[in-house]
Structures are given as structure tokens and as C-alpha cells.
């Protein structure tokens, strides 16, 4: 059904609104026919492909489309060699996140010349997925999880215009089990939405309930919904686990991640801000663990990355924690959005010039090892916020033994 009722114009589109609505920067390039290389980053089912196709359509060019699960770098090579000498062809890549470095570097230059206009789909941060060069020659659109009003728009526009629904009296009485089940995927609903009235077509009217679906779809509501509400409520409710020194439920929401298909990158990035922003200096070999991990799952993959991610998580929630280093870049940001760019110290100045050198730069600078403790009563803050504080260490062992440390030195310089 999903196929059947992929929209052909901006007009049947649901959903995205901020991209496709009147007036939104995306149907303006669309409409205008003269459209930049370009990556959809969104959840599944809710609409890149089918933008894909429609700018396709639009603008009246040879479309090639390509999956990045099985396409190699020979079939890239394969679709530049025909689009030579001919109109500006539109090669869509699906899950472009899946092309290896080598593969992704073969686009390149027909982008740059413009013999392709390259339209890459992924459910991965384009940032971290798709390589530097090839993004700066795209414009990245971010697409959302389709809202509930839209999924269910969607299930009145297939009883509306699929031939086959418009045959059968259809009321749906309960949305929420296919709503769940779906996750936010346009394409998923609308395939359960077939099977479930296609496990009913024997009965008129076919009365869809929550009961029914659950029987129909034989599972529970989703333990683990990878694009819906469930899934921030999960990360949330792992992420807190961590931070609260829990490795029982920590490692609870871990399995219920895995259960679900959560991308192993997606929980071992995670791990990764967290060691930082949660631990930091209270341990800092929080942060080498987590990078590991997160190298090393990358690596094994499913299902033996469990392991690996088991004991990260562990380790880390077991660990004493510290947002010590997090609240002070945190002010660091505040304090520069405050005062703007203050100019550097003239003692702190580079010289890398006579001229530069006769104006004093750097002259009355200090250097730290040639003093007792490797400290030296000199200010390195602009002279407007001279003497401000931004960095207090935790209450742990570790920082503890750091404040003490501090205090000596900043009470000699600052008074405190």
C-alpha cells in the first residue's frame, strides 16, 4: 500500500511542513526547477524518498536510484559515465550513511561538475556519517517524525484513493495500536493498515480496534519505538540511570534499546557525551572508555557489541561523576555571548614580527615552568572580566584533591 500511495506532487505530501509547506525553502527551490545536490536527514517513513521522486518528477530529468546497502563503487561509476553528455541526471542514494569513505569520495567529482545533482537519504547524522567534502557540496534538509494528526491524515488519504480501500467500508474506532506500532513511519502504518484490513475484509464493516490490531500484528505495543516519544523517554530514561549511579537499570534500558534495533553508533555516541558531561575529571578514564567502546562496536557489531556496551555502561554508572567541566564551558559560552570579543592581553599576544615585537606583544609575558609550582601570578582573562571565575571542581576524590590544589594558587592571585 506504502507503493501504491506514494504522493507524485508537493500537493499529496504529508507532513514536513517546514520544508514543503507554502511558501518553505524547499518547494521554493523545488518550484523554481533549479535544485543544489542535497541530503534528506530523518527517521524512516516519513517522506525522503518520496521527496526524491517527486523532484524528480518536477523537473522532468533522468532519475537514477541506488541503495547503499548493495550499490558499490561501481555502480556510482556506471550512473556518472551515462549521465555524461546528457541532461543533469538526479541520482538518488538511499542510506547513503552506509557508503564507506572510498565509495562516498567517487561522487565527488561529478558533483562538483555538475553532472549529477546527488539527493542522499539517511537516518544518521550527516555529520558524523557522510564525509566533509562531499557535505559541503550538498544542502542538508531535516525531516521530522510525522505528528499523530498527519499519521492519521495519512489513513484517510489511503481510504480515500486506494482502489482497493475504497471498496470496503472501513471504520477505524482506536488509533493509538498502529500509531504505536508504527513508530512515526508513514510506510510502516500504512502496511499494517493493509494487514490489518486485509485479516478483516471478511467482515462489513471492518470495525478496527486496538484489540484487534495487537492480535492481528500478534506482538505488544513496541517495548522500544526507535522514532517515537518512546524512544527520547528511553534514551532519557538511560542516560539519567548513568548519571544517578544505577548500572541496574542503566543496563535494564541498555537491554531495551538492543531488543528494539537501536543503531549500536546511536547508544555508543551517547556514551561517549556522557563520560564527558556527566564524569568528566572525577575520572577521566570514563572518556577513554567510552571511546573505545564506541571504536569498538563500530567494529563487531550485533549481537556481540552487547557485551562491549554492557560493560562500558556499567563502568560508567559505577563511576563518581563530575559536570564540573560541563557548567564551566557552559558559563565560558554565556560569559563571550555577554562581552563579545574582547581583545587579547597585550603580554599574551603572539610576535611573530619585529614590529609586532617593538609594540610590545607578548613582552611582559610569564612563563609558568620558570616559576615555583609551575604557577605564576599573571592574569590570562581579558582585563573586562579579569579575576572571573568559571571553573569549580566537583565534590570527589579526585577534583577534590584538584580544588585544593587550586584554592592555594587562586587565593595568592585572586584573593579567593
Known amino acids: 500500500m506504502a507503493e501504491r500511495l506514494r504522493p507524485t506532487s508537493l500537493d499529496d505530501f504529508i507532513g514536513q511542513k517546514h520544508l514543503v509547506g507554502k511558501g518553505a525553502v524547499l518547494r521554493k527551490i523545488i518550484e523554481t526547477g533549479s535544485i543544489p545536490s542535497m541530503i534528506f536527514w530523518g527517521p524512516p517513513g516519513v517522506g525522503k524518498t518520496t521527496l526524491a521522486n517527486i523532484i524528480a518528477a518536477q523537473l522532468k530529468t533522468p532519475f537514477v536510484t541506488l541503495s547503499a546497502i548493495s550499490a558499490g563503487v561501481k555502480d556510482v561509476r556506471e550512473v556518472i559515465e551515462k549521465a ?17 569513505k572510498s565509495q562516498q569520495d567517487a561522487l565527488l567529482n561529478a558533483v562538483e561538475k555538475g553532472i549529477i545533482t546527488l539527493i542522499g537519504a539517511t537516518t544518521e547524522n550527516p555529520s558524523f556519517e557522510v564525509n566533509s567534502a562531499l557535505l559541503s557540496r550538498s544542502q542538508v534538509y531535516t525531516l521530522k517524525t ?13 481510504m480515500e484513493k486506494d482502489f482497493l480501500l475504497k471498496q470496503k467500508k472501513i471504520e477505524i474506532k482506536e488509533y493509538a495500536a498502529m500509531l504505536n506500532l508504527s513508530g512515526g513511519d508513514g510506510r510502516k502504518l500504512l502496511n499494517l493498515f493493509e494487514l490489518v484490513v486485509d485479516n478483516l475484509s471478511d467482515k462489513e464493516p471492518v470495525e478496527i480496534t486496538d484489540e484487534v ?5 500478534q506482538r505488544k505495543v513496541a517495548l522500544y519505538d526507535k ?5 527520547y523517554d528511553i534514551i ?36 561517549v557525551i556522557l563520560a564527558s558531561e556527566d564524569i568528566g575529571n572525577a575520572n577521566p578514564t570514563a572518556l577513554v572508555m567510552a571511546t573505545t567502546c564506541f571504536q569498538a562496536v563500530q567494529v563487531i557489531g550485533y549481537p556481540e557489541s552487547d557485551i ?15 559536570n564540573a567541566s560541563y557548567a564551566a564551558i557552559k558559563g565560558a559560552h554565556e560569559l563571550v555571548r555577554q562581552t563579545g570579543d574582547l581583545p587579547v592581553p597585550i603580554h599574551l ?14 613582552k611582559e609575558y610569564k612563563y609558568a615552568h620558570d616559576y615555583d609550582n609551575n604557577f605564576v601570578e599573571q592574569e590570562f582573562l581579558p582585563d ?16 577534590n584533591e584538584l580544588r585544593t590544589r587550586l584554592k592555594k594558587l587562586w587565593k595568592t592571585k585572586y584573593g579567593y
Not at 146 to 158: D, F, N, R
Request: hydrophobic residues 35%; positive net charge.
Open 349 to 362: 599576544r603572539n610576535a611573530p614580527t619585529k614590529l609586532m615585537k617593538e609594540q610590545g606583544y607578548g
Open 384 to 399: 573586562k572580566i579579569k579575576g572571573r571565575k568559571l571553573f569549580e571542581p566537583g565534590n570527589n576524590a579526585r577534583e
Open 213 to 217: 490490531v495487537l492480535k492481528i500484528a
Open 236 to 271: 532519557s530514561a538511560f542516560i539519567k540511570s548513568i548519571r544517578g549511579s544505577d548500572p541496574n537499570a542503566a543496563v535494564y534500558w541498555l537491554a531495551r534499546m538492543i531488543e528494539g534495533g537501536e543503531d549500536v553508533k546511536f547508544i555508543a555516541r551517547r556514551l
Open 308 to 322: 562491549i556496551l554492557s560493560q562500558c555502561v556499567t563502568y560508567l554508572a559505577s563511576s563518581p561523576k563530575s
Open 227 to 231: 522514532q517515537g516519544e518512546m524512544h
Open 84 to 100: 555524461k553528455g546528457t541532461r543533469k541526471t538526479v541520482l538518488f542514494i538511499d542510506e547513503i550513511h552506509r557508503f564507506n
Open 146 to 158: 510525522l505528528e499523530e494528526e498527519e499519521l492519521k491524515g495519512m489513513l484517510s488519504q489511503a
